[in-house]
């Protein structure tokens, strides 16, 4: 049973591009959660979605700032016109439906580096 | 919101020594509390959780307390070995709730 897949694993952009985060959940999981980490800090809750609807947004900035998790394919979060504050690493999680066991299964992240 | 606090944010033990690390949270509604443990470029990884309806939970060399009055939770780590080396982040949540509030980390050196 794979894992939460997060690809890229690494990627770099120049400032004013476009950033596609992709994050596939565990088989069976319909719950994904989005958290951002900075340098020697915590997780930040950014987004947190089911298929189709996007369930909690309030981690995420307002502008330049989207993510999806469409019925069909992975989530993507989407980061727009890229600055350098952005760099960080971004970690997609998942879960079976809310409240069976309240365990978030993480992916391998994806680093962001904006030049 | 909750606000999840987490020390220290460094520590360094001899191995087969114990290690603690302590938390804190302020949403007396959160009754579920994680901890993860991250490896270098790894995602974080579950390694125990505890409930509020329980003070006290043991997995092997892994235990982790809760103090709801308090609002405290603690992990210990009993004899320490080198691959225990990692962040560990402890986190506040509730069955109702959205989010997962973090911890900031602790890094965790076991010196063999």
């Known amino acids: 049973n794979a894992g939460v897949m997060q690809n890229p694993r690494h990627l770099v952009r120049r400032r004013g591009q476009e950033a596609r985060l992709r994050c596939s959940p565990m088989?069976?999981?319909?719950?994904v959660y989005w958290y951002r980490q900075l340098p020697e800090e915590g997780l930040k809750f950014m987004v947190y979605?089911?298929?189709?609807?996007?369930?909690?947004e309030s981690g995420m900035p307002k502008e330049r700032f989207s993510a999806e998790f469409p019925k069909e394919g992975p989530s993507i979060l989407r980061i727009q016109q890229v600055v350098r504050g952005d760099s960080a690493a971004y970690f997609c999680?998942?879960?079976?439906?809310?409240?069976?066991?309240?365990?978030?299964?993480f992916g391998e992240g994806s680093r962001l580096t904006v030049l | 919101g909750e606000n999840v606090e987490q020390h220290p944010s460094t520590l360094s033990v001899q191995e087969g020594d114990s290690a603690v690390i302590k938390c804190t949270y302020s949403?007396?509604?959160?009754?579920?509390f994680p901890w993860y443990k991250q490896e270098l470029g790894k995602g974080p990884q579950l390694i125990i959780d505890?409930?509020?309806?329980?003070g006290e939970k043991k997995d092997q060399r892994i235990a982790v307390t809760l103090n709801k009055t308090a609002k405290h939770f603690s992990l210990h780590i009993t004899e320490t070995q080198p691959e225990d080396s990692a962040v560990y982040f402890c986190?506040?949540?509730?069955?109702?709730?959205?989010?997962?509030?973090f911890g900031t980390g602790t890094s965790l050196t076991v010196i063999p």
């Open positions: 999680a998942s879960s079976p439906v809310r409240g069976e066991t309240g365990e978030l299964f």
């Open positions: 088989k069976g999981h319909s719950h």
């Open positions: 979605l089911q298929k189709e609807n996007i369930i909690d």
């Open positions: 949403d007396s509604a959160s009754n579920y």
């Open positions: 505890i409930r509020s309806n329980v």
């Open positions: 986190a506040a949540s509730t069955d109702t709730g959205n989010q997962f509030y």
